[in-house]
């Protein structure tokens, strides 16, 4: 591992309403795999876990792909962009494909299917030629580091589903563990997330990783990937 290590130690601050707010143990690193970390474990009753495995692509066609999670292998990202894009929400989530390499970007706005939501939320897509589209990792002020959506809904979260089918392997049976986006929805008792039948609601989180070198025919660049904070070891984290 190359990655630059700014190890902090654990830190707690007593908050006002006197539970400890814990700022775990963090490293920085320009790369990160996004490692699925089920906030609830007695959700995750699958076999094996979700807890734990990567995000991947899914390959649906050029140059589309779909999150999904694996148990063997990540894909490396990267948070693109300047401190004034920074300051004005407009950096992306990037990982490199294809050859010679080419961005691609996390997003949930995949204009062909904009306004679709299956009964199990919101595809979310890693597309070459999507800069970004509109996904960030929390900022430094707040106590974890997650990849977050920007958007106006108040309340979301990511969720998995594990043995889903995607349509462009609809003459298969092939099986994935599909990464979503579920929002709240409002009735007259407030805002709910419902998590769907046979997902688990996880937060995708950054695991210290090595961007690698491009070739000089590359189309990526990582000039502008930023130091961002993550974590040496997602699974095996003390989050206290
Ligand atoms: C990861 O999940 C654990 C519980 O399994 C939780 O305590 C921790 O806060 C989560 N971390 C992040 C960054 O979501
Ligand atoms: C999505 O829904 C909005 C509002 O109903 C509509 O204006 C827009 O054309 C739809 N987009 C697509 C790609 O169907
Ligand atoms: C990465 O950020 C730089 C600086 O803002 C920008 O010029 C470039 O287009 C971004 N790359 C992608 C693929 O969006
Ligand atoms: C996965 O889904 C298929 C088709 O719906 C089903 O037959 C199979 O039992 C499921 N496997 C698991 C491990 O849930």
Redesign the pocket.
């Known amino acids: 591992m190359t990655h630059l290590s700014t190890t902090l130690v654990a830190l707690c601050l007593l908050g006002v309403t006197s539970a400890a707010e814990c700022i775990p143990k963090y490293s920085s690193s320009n790369g990160f795999q996004l490692v699925v ?3 609830d ?1 007695t959700k995750d009753t699958y076999t094996p876990p979700v807890h734990g495995s990567f995000v991947q692509l899914a390959h649906v066609g050029p140059p589309y792909n779909r999150a999904v999670a694996s148990t063997s292998s990540g894909s490396v990202f990267y948070q693109n962009g300047t401190f004034s894009d920074i300051a004005n929400q407009r950096i992306g989530i990037l990982t490199d494909i294809g050859t010679p390499p080419f961005p691609a970007g996390v997003t949930y706005q995949f204009p062909e299917q904009q306004n679709q939501t299956d009964e199990k939320g919101k595809p979310i897509h890693v597309n070459g030629g999507a800069s970004g589209g509109g996904t960030r990792l929390t900022r430094l002020y707040e106590p ?3 990849l977050t959506i920007l958007s106006d809904v108040v309340e979301s979260t990511f969720v998995v589903c594990p043995n889903s089918t995607i349509p462009y392997y609809a003459r298969t049976n092939y099986r994935f563990n599909v990464v979503n986006w579920v929002q709240a929805t409002r009735d007259s008792t407030g805002s709910h997330i419902v998590i769907p039948e046979g997902c688990v609601a996880v ?1 995708l ?1 950054p695991q210290c990783a090595t961007l690698n070198d491009l070739p000089e025919n590359a189309f990526s660049s990582h000039d502008f990937a930023q130091e961002v904070r993550c974590y040496d070891d997602v699974a095996g984290m003390d ?1 206290n």
Do not use: D, G, I
Request: net charge positive; proline share 0%; charged share 10%.
């Open positions: 970390n089920v906030t474990r974890l580091s997650y937060n989180v989050w």
